[in-house]
């Protein structure tokens, strides 16, 4: 997997990690129900149990829970995240079904915009861009341009 593939997982893995971290102190099974917390949860649970004996990584994992809406503590855990999955292509493989899982289940990802405190209008993933694109929201459409 190339770096630029690691960064964007390490990204993706953060972003759903964080908020289910900030309500996880307001009891997040009750909010959220039972199938998000397992669900992200368990991404949550696999990277406790791989960063054990990985003292940096263990501790930026820790660090997002102490302050999960910390930019800077979110950084670090991504930088972690980046060198465990460069080092472990089976973590990569994990991390990658778990988040599959977490994009195709309706409750969760309902969950994620809820935390977040919007709602989500459109999610837009580009992964190369030679040239210009452009999003218009008045007309509705998007244009790329090469």
Known sequence: MDVTAIASLAGSVVAVLAPYLAKAGEEIAK???KATANKVGL????????FKTRS???EALAD????PNDPDVQAALRIQLKKQM???QTLVDQLQQLLSEIKQDQET???LTQVYGGNV????NIGELKGNLTIDKRYGKSQYHH
Do not use: H, P
């Open 121 to 124: 209008d459109s999610i837009l």
């Open 43 to 50: 991404l949550y649970q696999t990277l406790k149990d791989r």
């Open 64 to 67: 997002l829970e102490a302050q």
């Open 109 to 111: 990802y309902s969950f």
């Open 56 to 58: 940096s990584a263990k």
């Open 31 to 33: 909010e959220a129900g």
């Open 86 to 88: 460069t080092k472990d």
